[in-house]
Nanobody
Framework: QVRLVESGGGLVQAGGSLRLSCAAP????????GGWYRQAPGKQRELVAN???????NYADSVKGRFTISRDNAKNTLYLEMNSLKPEDTAVYYC??????????WGQGTQVTVSS
């Protein structure tokens, strides 16, 4: 069973920055698309950003210009750089790796809390 491992969450003041990392042990990460999702209390999980195996990126409108998704295939790691954080960014952030043949893996989540 493959389990991704997120790190880098924490408590930050509004306007601050955090960098999330997601390690993908046991898979050839370079052939997978990667994504970051988040779930706030009482809300559904939503896509924050994703990146194809070729490096094409896509962002939710709410984070465009503030967040950057990237990948280091040599390190089997996915990143999410988050700047200009807002209280509404508070959520549990999950990373995902997926392949079109139906493989789909998730991490356990990391808490991000932005204080006003």
């Amino acid at each position: 069973q493959v389990r991704l491992v997120e790190s880098g969450g924490g408590l930050v003041q509004a306007g601050g920055s955090l960098r999330l990392s997601c390690a993908a042990p046991g898979i050839i990460f370079s052939i997978y698309a990667g994504g970051w999702y988040r779930q706030a209390p009482g809300k559904q999980r939503e896509l924050v950003a994703n990146i194809t195996s070729g490096g094409l990126t896509n962002y939710a409108d709410s984070v465009k210009g503030r967040f950057t998704i990237s990948r280091d295939n040599a390190k089997n790691t996915l990143y999410l750089e988050m700047n200009s954080l807002k209280p509404e960014d508070t959520a549990v952030y999950y990373c995902n790796a997926n392949h079109r043949i139906g493989l789909d893996y998730w991490g356990q989540g990391t808490q991000v809390t932005v204080s006003s």
